[in-house]
């Protein structure tokens, strides 16, 4: 995640910069989808790049799911600010995607630790 904060703003070592700069370029926009939802914070598919996706609130990341895990990896685009997180469940019903989005909130409080 560090790395691709990194990438993200021109600075990462791992891929040489053009390949950062494709990796981030949005690859499908408004004019692919029927409807997105640029109020969902986390939408990885409101604007979609190679493997990366951007949300309508200025995120950056991935999300995925199968059976028995969930996973979440997203940072702000412009603090940097990142998370990442996988559970070893599967989010099959509005009570454990509550619990999910709580945790998920809650790591928001180590964005500025000094607050």
Request: hydrophobic share 30%; proline share 3%.
């Amino acid at each position: 995640l560090t790395e691709l904060v990194r990438g993200f703003n021109g600075k990462g070592t791992l891929l040489k910069p053009e390949s950062y700069r494709e990796l981030f370029r949005v690859q499908l926009n408004e004019e692919h989808y029927e409807s997105r939802n640029a109020g969902h914070p986390y939408n990885d598919e409101y604007a979609t790049g190679i493997f990366m996706g951007f949300s309508g609130q200025g995120y950056v990341g991935h999300g995925g799911a199968d059976l028995g895990v969930a996973s979440w990896m997203f940072f702000d685009a412009d603090s940097g600010f990142g998370r990442f997180m996988c559970l070893n469940t599967s989010i099959t019903d509005k009570e454990t995607e509550q619990t999910y989005y709580a945790i998920w909130d809650a790591l928001k409080k180590y964005a500025n630790p000094d607050k």
